[in-house]
């Protein structure tokens, strides 16, 4: 059983850093692709950043130079490196592991973290 515990979320002043951490507590040997979503308020939840047991990685573009996703398979985590952060990065993160690009993309097939805060304010 997948189990995901977030961490690294806050509250950060434009152009600071944040670190996300997404670690696998149950049994991820079946795991291909892990990453990270994103949800603001009064809007739909999109892809930021994922990276597959290959190490394949894809990024939104409003992400592409700014953040960095990395995955430690031995620790079964991912992490997301987030730099030069905007205001409008501002939204509830999501951890997602799938087995499969396919069950990563859907909305129902995989499996989600609980979400953490990620806040960017002056």
């Known amino acids: 059983q997948v189990q995901l515990v977030e961490s690294g979320g806050g509250l950060v002043e434009p152009g600071g850093s944040l670190r996300l951490s997404c670690a696998d507590s149950?049994?991820?040997?079946?795991?291909?692709?892990m990453g990270w979503y994103r949800q603001a308020p009064g809007k739909q939840r999109e892809l930021v950043a994922a990276?597959?047991?290959?190490?394949?990685?894809e990024y939104v573009d409003s992400v592409k130079g700014r953040f960095a996703i990395s995955r430690d398979n031995a620790k079964n985590t991912v992490y997301l490196q987030m730099n030069s952060l905007k205001p409008e990065d501002t939204a509830v993160y999501y951890c997602?592991?799938?087995?499969?690009?396919?069950?990563?993309?859907?909305?129902?097939?995989?499996?989600w973290g609980q979400g953490t805060q990620v806040t960017v304010s002056s």
């Open positions: 997602k592991v799938a087995l499969t690009w396919g069950d990563f993309y859907s909305a129902t097939s995989g499996s």
């Open positions: 149950g049994s991820i040997t079946s795991i291909n692709v």
């Open positions: 990276i597959s047991s290959g190490g394949n990685i």
